[in-house]
């Protein structure tokens, strides 16, 4: 299972404009794949819209986990750089992705 730590996953939603309930989506679709995300896109009471964790955590405790399940795999790294590409294009324009729930969080 690879992990993503806190700041990569902070960096990963910083990059992004999805609306929070896209990245619900998101997060249930890496859970219903055997990762963990402890985390949710929320507005606090002076009107910041961040990251905050859904159970306690301490510096270095990773918040979530990413399954290989949900990864597209572009086989061994020594292999042509179109292999990763080409994949990455099908499901980007395959209406029956299982990536679905992640390409509707970037794309907003």
Known sequence: MARIG????IALLL???ARADEFTELFQW???????????I??????????FTTA???AGDFVATV???????????TGNIMT??????RELFDPHS??????KARDS
């Open 6 to 9: 806190v700041l990569a996953f």
């Open 42 to 51: 929320k507005t606090n009471k002076d009107g910041v819209r961040g990251l």
């Open 15 to 17: 990059t992004s404009i």
């Open 56 to 58: 306690p955590a301490k």
């Open 30 to 40: 890496v859970k219903d794949n055997g990762g963990m995300v402890n985390v949710a």
């Open 84 to 89: 990763g590409t080409l994949l990455v294009l």
């Open 67 to 77: 399954n290989s399940a949900c990864m597209i795999n572009a086989g061994a790294t």
């Open 98 to 103: 299982r990536f679905k729930p992640y390409i």
